[in-house]
């Protein structure tokens, strides 16, 4: 079983990638502090995949990239 880890240290060391956790530990209003890493890597799909199979878990999944790439401009 992944060691527990603090999600923001974590988020640090995989830069413009997709994260995972099993959240174990949050704040007083139910922020992410701590949890185990279940996936890490740059397909949103392969996120959504490991998601569905840890789906009875209380999990977490970000990206940690910007949220618009430098090159485009958002239109709404």
């Known amino acids: ?7 923001e240290e974590e988020a640090k ?5 997709w994260l995972l956790f099993e959240v174990t530990e949050t704040t007083e209003d139910d922020t992410p502090l701590r949890g185990r890493l279940l996936f890490h890597g740059t397909s949103r799909e392969d996120l959504h995949r490991e ?9 977490y999944g970000f ?6 790439p430098e090159n485009m ?3 709404l």
């Open 73 to 75: 401009i958002p239109v």
């Open 1 to 7: 079983m992944p060691d527990i880890v603090d999600i």
């Open 51 to 59: 998601a569905m199979k840890a789906r009875d878990l209380d999990t």
């Open 13 to 17: 060391k995989h830069p413009d990638e």
């Open 63 to 68: 990206f940690t990239g910007a949220p618009v």
